[in-house]
Nanobody, 115 residues
Framework: QVQLAESGGGLVQAGGSLRLSCTAS????????MSWYRQAPGKQRDMVAT???????IYALSVKDRFTISRDNAKNTVTLQMNSLKAEDTAVYYC?????????WGQGTQVTVSS
């Protein structure tokens, strides 16, 4: 069973930075498609950034040039570096792993950006 654990959320002022981490257990992520999603209160869960097994990255337009997704296969970890944070980035951030066409989700970590 694959388990994902997110960390690194918190409260930050607008313009600041946070770094989220997602550590996987139960399976290596070297061949997985890893993604970060976020869900604000009353809104749907949206994709923020995706990293393919080949290393290609896809970003939502709202975070492009501010967020960077990366992986460390040796640590079985994916990170999301978030810079120039805005109040509208406030949400619960979830890590997702797609392994052999099956999706696994973490429990989420709260990110709150004060304006």
């Amino acid at each position: 069973q694959v388990q994902l654990a997110e960390s690194g959320g918190g409260l930050v002022q607008a313009g600041g930075s946070l770094r989220l981490s997602c550590t996987a257990s139960g399976s290596p992520i070297i061949s997985a498609v890893m993604s970060w999603y976020r869900q604000a209160p009353g809104k749907q869960r949206d994709m923020v950034a995706t990293l393919t097994s080949g290393g290609g990255a896809i970003y939502a337009l709202s975070v492009k040039d501010r967020f960077t997704i990366s992986r460390d296969n040796a640590k079985n970890t994916v990170t999301l570096q978030m810079n120039s944070l805005k109040a509208e980035d406030t949400a619960v951030y979830y890590c997702k792993a797609r392994i052999y066409l099956r999706d696994y989700w973490g429990q989420g970590t709260q990110v709150t950006v004060s304006s």
